[in-house]
């Protein structure tokens, strides 16, 4: 099947952008990756009047750090960060992000910042965004405004990007010696949807305690979600198995998965509590922090 006629735009500037943005409002769609919304089209899921490509601005493929946080451009690749050794050596979280969205060919096309906006209910970024507490910035008419990840998405396929804005950067926490994360995926094959995925982040202070964590899982509900009470479980506590169980069971009560082909709602529930539990470890186990029984 081919996509309804469309007007395509080629913009050169963030202002070219936003000028077309604003000018066909939520008719127009804006193109980077394109690894989610092409495929929409051809299935007329998606038909907008008018496609706003951004791939010819300069300086939205950004992958730097400055201020304290690494800062990602609205059109860099999933792949720069699979093979930019930095990343690997520094985020962990997003280093095991980066080797699992879909599959190698969608990871050279697909964007970051495009797969947050797009916010799929199983998306792999979301839940990577929410662990490390993420802040989105989005460009208007009156200028760039930060949003944190929290409350930038609301629901499956919707964002708090308004039509006529652009949203052009996600900036996250630089990690210190003492943090790690973790993110674990399952799927019934390389390129399928999740099943399930949970990405964790963890922060150990001098004393072994746990000072900082960030805990979210993925095709779990509409959107990914922060499990804001494993959080607050971990925080200020000493690494020990029961506390560890205790907090990845809070994933599967919040977990509100539908029952498909991938499987049943039980199973699914299920899958989150593993997968918090495994990140949690995993996470622990990159600090060379001991986990008592």
């Not at 750090?65 to 930095?86: C, Q, S, V």
């Not at 396929?157 to 900036?171: C, H, K, N, P, Y």
């Not at 004393?207 to 925080?235: N, P």
């Not at 198995?241 to 009560?253: G, N, P, T, V, Y």
Request: hydrophobic fraction near 45%.
């Amino acid at each position: 099947m081919f996509p309804v006629s469309f007007e395509y735009v080629r913009s050169t500037s963030v202002e070219e952008a936003l000028a077309a943005l604003q000018q066909h409002g939520g008719d127009a769609r804006v193109l980077a990756g394109g690894q989610s919304l092409i495929p929409a089209m051809r299935y007329r899921l998606a038909r907008p009047a008018v496609l706003v490509d951004i791939n010819r601005v300069q300086g939205l493929d950004t992958l730097h750090e400055a201020d304290g946080h690494l800062h990602i451009g609205a059109t860099l690749r999933d792949a720069r960060l699979e093979f930019t050794p930095w990343i690997a050596e520094r985020y962990s979280l997003l280093s095991d992000v980066s080797r699992v969205v879909a599959d190698p060919i969608v990871r050279h096309m697909g964007t970051v910042v495009g797969s947050v906006c797009h916010n799929d209910p199983s998306g792999d970024w979301t839940a990577a965004a929410l662990a490390a507490r993420a802040t989105m910035t989005v460009q208007g008419q009156d200028g760039p405004r930060d949003v944190l990840i929290d409350d930038f998405l609301i629901d499956a396929f919707q964002t708090s990007v308004q039509d006529g804005e652009l949203a052009i950067a996600m900036r996250l926490p630089t990690p210190g010696p003492r943090t790690q994360g973790s993110y674990q995926k399952i799927e019934r094959k390389v390129g399928d949807y999740a099943t399930c995925a949970a990405a964790v982040q963890l922060t150990l202070d001098d004393a072994g305690l746990i000072s900082a964590a960030g805990v979210a899982i993925t095709a779990a509900a509409t959107t990914a979600i922060r499990v804001a009470k494993a959080e607050a479980m971990l925080i200020g506590q000493r690494p020990t198995l029961q506390l560890l169980q205790d907090a990845a069971m809070e994933a599967s009560i919040l977990s509100t998965p539908v029952a498909d082909a991938r499987g049943s709602v039980a199973y699914k529930k299920d899958m989150a509590r593993v997968l918090v539990l495994r990140g949690l470890k995993q996470s622990l186990t990159r600090l060379n922090a001991e986990v008592t029984a």
